[in-house]
C-alpha cells in the first residue's frame, strides 16, 4: 500500500485530524498535487512537475518530493 492509498482509504479521519490541528493542511495538498499529477496525461512528468509547481507556488523538485512521497510503500 502506498502513502496515498492509506490517506486516501482514510480520508474522512485525515480531514477531521487535518480541521482539529493534528495533522497538517498540507497532506490534504499533497493529495490534491498527486491526484493531479496522475490526472495529466500525454506530458511527460518533467512537465507535469514545472506546471503543477506553477499552480501551487512550490518548486519542481519539492513537486518532485511529493509525488515520491506519495507513491511510497508503506510497512
Known amino acids: 500500500m502506498t502513502r ?3 490517506i ?3 480520508e474522512e479521519l485525515t480531514f477531521q485530524y487535518v480541521k482539529n490541528g493534528i495533522l497538517s493542511y498540507q497532506i490534504i495538498r499533497d493529495m490534491d498535487i498527486y491526484e493531479k499529477f496522475n490526472s495529466l496525461d500525454n506530458l511527460t512528468n518533467e512537465i507535469k512537475y514545472i506546471l503543477l509547481a506553477d499552480e501551487f507556488e512550490l518548486s519542481k523538485s519539492r513537486i518532485e518530493q511529493i509525488i515520491t512521497s506519495m507513491k ?3 510497512k
Open 8 to 10: 486516501k482509504s482514510n
Open 4 to 6: 496515498y492509498e492509506l
Open 72 to 74: 511510497s510503500e508503506i
